[in-house]
Structures are given as structure tokens and as C-alpha cells.
């Protein structure tokens, strides 16, 4: 059994208790903060999870809204099989019991020579 990190990535969530509904509006805040991007990277940043983040750009989020990196970013872990190839799978889709093999497999064929019965 081995175990994966994951995170939940809360500033959409963080972005609605403070009024602010669209992303264009995250824009100018975070360039008085030295944190340039334009309108589709804060969209991205916003609507989905951050696979890397630059540290100043989260510390301009955590001053925007008052938070702390905690409020933001919400890890768990992932107990994963540590059976056979890596496939990506969760704790979800491997808890479910697998289907029973049908008794009616092909068997493998033999090849024998002419003189062979």
C-alpha cells in the first residue's frame, strides 16, 4: 500500500465569500501586488487546480484576502495499491471489488507435428 499526495485548491471558494464572481476582477489586485498575468492565466488559476505555483503569486492571493496558504490549499492523502504498474488510480476507483473472469476463456492452442496424435 502506498500513499499519494493530493490537495484541494479553494480560491474559487475563498473568492465567493468575499463577493468577487469574476476572475477578470482578481486582474488589477494582483498587479498592485507586483503579480502580473492577464485575464485567461488568472481564469486558469482560478477554475482549476495549480499543478505548480509561484510562491510570490500565493503569497499575493493570501494578502488580497487575508488568508493564509492553509486556507487555500487543503492536502490529503491517497492510499493507492502498490501492486503492478503505476496507473494513476485513486483509493476510489480501487476500492471497488473487481469483476469475476468468465469460465469460458479460449484456451491456448498447441501446435504438434504430423506424427503426433
Known sequence: ?????????HLRKIMSEHAMFATTDLVPLLADRGVVMNASQVYRIVTGTPERLNMTLLAALCDIFGATPSDLIEPYVVAT?????????????TSTPAQPRSKNRPTRA???????P
Open 1 to 9: 500500500m502506498t500513499k499519494t499526495v493530493a490537495y484541494h485548491w
Open 110 to 116: 498447441t501446435i504438434r507435428g504430423a506424427d503426433q
Open 81 to 93: 495499491s502498490g501492486r503492478g504498474r503505476k496507473t494513476g488510480t485513486t483509493a476510489a476507483s
